[in-house]
């Protein structure tokens, strides 16, 4: 993990402007610099103070309303980025008729708590809108062009960092249903898409970071990704999505994937993790939305193995220089994709031991609690610790300090 943590000299000064010379102070750990993330989509409504009645339906379902303020705080205590759901039938469900507001209200209410806020999907062929399906080519091309613009320049400033395309690899092949975007896709090919939606995204918010996602981490997504950067186009991080409802991979596989793809040179992004605490999928089941089941509970030995696991997928990733960011899929069961028991809390709303097996890294082992230091004549201490944000206090006042892999010295200006 050594490429995760540093040490700074940090120079604290009073707000007089002079160093604060032999002082007490406290030093706190406030953000990690790795993203730690998971879907924010149960709290569209508590956001938006929404009552149970008049909440629309997700996509992708949410959790109950009952209880959201509870089951935010358990989410505020371990996260800190929130993936948001853009997915176009849902978001648009009448042409001319966005969900704007309301999804806006959502990320700021993450940004007022410190959350960054990434988008998902700006193009994908599921969910495309039913409007879409007949519509001329040309027309549907202009159509996914504009909704790219829309949503990056709406958002910018709250959301810079989107899922720009999603799933290219089966996307012009793609038969479970009929849709606009895959017709596009079969008619003008995947790295033309690709282009189509970083150029729309990139010229509507040149500073967001843009990610290339998928499923599909076969030979296949390496070869579009060679040709994608091949044909000039910028991509900021690579997105891989690991769904083990057929169980854990285990570090070797994993890390071989990894492997795999870090050889571009680009960060790595594990954009949507699931672990279980019920019982596994069938082996033989190829789409995982072909097993779809009246009731899938979470175990106590599911849920035992469901924390063993996360703490060791946790632990192999973040020790991996590559990856940047691992996003799980969702908190809760309440509500949980495919109604599978991968959350990390019940339905009830109790943590499981995988929470707390996740909350013992993320804001243990891997976290700076409150510490009590001393500066020296020269009003200098040392901070040591994980890259991330950090408070410097004393004397009721407090400045804040970014330790990066860059720092040597900084200086801490208390107001």
Request: charge should be negative; include cysteine.
């Amino acid at each position: 993990m050594d490429h995760r943590r540093g040490s700074a000299e940090v120079t604290v000064v009073g707000p007089d402007g002079a160093p604060l010379a032999n002082a007490d102070v406290t030093v706190e750990q406030t953000r990690h610099a790795f993203t730690f993330g998971n879907i924010g989509f149960d709290f569209i409504p508590l956001a938006n103070a929404e009552a149970a009645a008049s909440a629309p339906p997700s996509a992708f379902g949410a959790a109950a309303v009952e209880g959201l303020a509870e089951l935010s705080d358990l989410w505020l205590d371990l996260f800190n980025t929130a993936t948001l759901p853009f997915y176009w039938r849902g978001f648009e469900p009448e042409e001319g008729a966005p969900d704007t507001e309301r999804l806006l209200r959502t990320a700021r209410w993450f940004a007022d708590r410190g959350v960054s806020v990434k988008g998902h999907p700006l193009t994908w062929h599921t969910l495309a809108p039913e409007w879409l399906v007949d519509r001329p080519i040309d027309e549907i091309e202009q159509l996914q062009r504009g909704r790219i613009q829309r949503e990056v320049s709406n958002f910018a400033g709250v959301i810079d960092t989107w899922d720009a395309i999603n799933e290219v690899v089966i996307m012009p092949v793609f038969t479970a249903e009929k849709n606009g975007i895959t017709r596009l896709a079969h008619s003008i090919g995947r790295i033309p898409m690709v282009r189509l939606a970083f150029e729309e995204a990139r010229n509507a918010n040149p500073s967001a970071t843009l990610i290339l996602n998928d499923f599909d981490l076969s030979s296949a997504y390496e070869c579009l990704i060679e040709g994608v950067l091949e044909a000039g186009i910028q991509i900021d991080a690579i997105g891989l999505q690991t769904h083990m409802h057929q169980g854990y991979w285990g570090e070797e596989k994993m890390l071989a994937m990894v492997d795999r793809f870090a050889r571009y040179g680009l960060p790595l992004h594990l954009t949507e993790t699931t672990l279980l605490s019920g019982h596994l999928m069938p082996p033989e089941i190829v789409d995982l939305n072909d097993y779809q089941i009246p009731a899938w509970p979470s175990t106590p030995d599911g849920e035992a193995r469901q924390a063993d696991e996360i703490e060791r997928h946790y632990r192999s990733l973040v020790g991996h220089p590559a990856v940047q960011a691992i996003t799980y899929w969702g908190l809760t069961d309440d509500g949980a994709w495919l109604g599978a028991p991968g959350g990390l809390v019940r339905a009830d709303g109790s943590p499981k031991p995988s929470y707390d097996a996740l909350k013992a890294l993320i804001k243990g082992e891997w976290w700076l609690p409150r510490t009590a230091l001393r500066t020296d004549a020269d009003g200098k201490l040392e901070l040591s610790g994980f890259f991330g944000e950090y408070a410097v206090s004393a004397h009721g006042h407090t400045a804040n300090v970014t330790l990066t892999a860059a720092s040597t010295n900084t200086e801490a200006r208390l107001v």
